[in-house]
């Protein structure tokens, strides 16, 4: 947990031949939940990304994002909402693909907060 009180949970870095580095979080703190993509873009191209919550009852949150065309870092977040259950009953899901019409546009990377079983932090 964070000097402010902000824990996250975040699954595994992953990169794509494409050129696109990902990592996604559960994040909570102060009574809210909420999900981050941290990605950096290398492939030279605009992409898309929608990022996913999903969490207890069927509460879905679903957030789209542009990657600008350049390599250097940065993140996406949907919007914080009170907390209907513990961390580990929320999930996150990025997706990232090229820019362009969807029919189109091949996914290129799929990049969730659950680490695979026996993976170690």
Do not use: F, I, K
């Not at 992409?47 to 789209?64: A, C, D, I, K, Y």
């Not at 009170?82 to 362009?100: I, M, R």
């Amino acid at each position: 947990m964070s000097s402010d009180g902000t824990a996250a949970r975040c699954g595994p870095e992953l990169v794509a031949p494409e050129g696109v580095e990902a990592q996604t979080c559960v994040m909570t703190g102060a009574g809210h939940t909420w999900a981050r993509a941290y990605y950096r873009n290398t492939s030279g191209a605009e992409l898309r990304s929608v990022l996913t919550l999903m969490g207890p009852g069927g509460r879905t949150v679903e957030l789209h994002c542009v990657l600008a065309a350049h390599d250097e870092p940065g993140s996406c977040e949907t919007p914080r909402a009170p907390s209907a259950g513990g961390p580990g009953a929320y999930t996150a899901v990025a997706e990232y693909a090229g820019a362009g019409p969807v029919e189109e546009a091949p996914l290129l990377l799929r990049a969730g907060s659950n680490r695979a079983p026996g993976a170690s932090d």
